[in-house]
C-alpha cells in the first residue's frame, strides 16, 4: 500500500540541522496527526507553499499523511493544521503526476 517516498539528492532543500529545528518546532510529530516520529517510524519533509505562514517551508509529514497530502485526500481540518485552505490546496499540487504512481485521478 505504501509508496516509499525518497528525496532526490539533487533537490536543494534544507540542510539536516535545520530540518532538526523544524521537526522541533512541530515537536518531532506528523504536523497533519500529530503521530509521532516513534510512532511512524520517519517523518517525510513536505514542502508546502502556505502564505499564511510565510511561504515556502517545509514541515513534518508521516508517510501516510504525505501520501494523502501529494494525492489530494487531506479535508480542510487537516489542511488548516499546516495553515492552508482548500483553494491554496488545489495551486500546490505537484506538476509531476501520473508517471510516479500510475495514479489516476
Ligand atoms: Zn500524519
Not at 68 to 92: A, C, F, M
Amino acid at each position: 500500500m505504501f509508496i516509499l517516498w525518497e528525496e532526490p539528492k539533487r533537490n536543494k532543500s534544507i540542510g539536516k540541522s535545520e530540518w532538526e529545528i523544524v521537526k522541533k518546532q512541530w515537536k518531532n510529530r506528523c504536523a497533519v496527526c500529530s503521530k509521532t516520529e516513534k510512532s511512524v517510524g520517519i517523518l517525510h519533509k513536505a514542502h508546502i507553499k502556505a502564505r499564511s505562514k510565510g511561504g515556502s517551508q517545509y514541515i513534518p509529514l508521516c508517510p501516510t499523511c504525505h501520501y494523502r497530502y501529494d494525492h489530494h485526500q487531506l479535508n480542510s481540518t487537516e489542511l488548516s493544521r499546516i495553515g492552508l485552505t482548500k483553494e491554496q490546496y488545489k495551486r500546490v499540487t505537484p506538476r509531476k503526476k501520473k508517471k510516479e504512481t500510475g495514479f489516476l485521478w
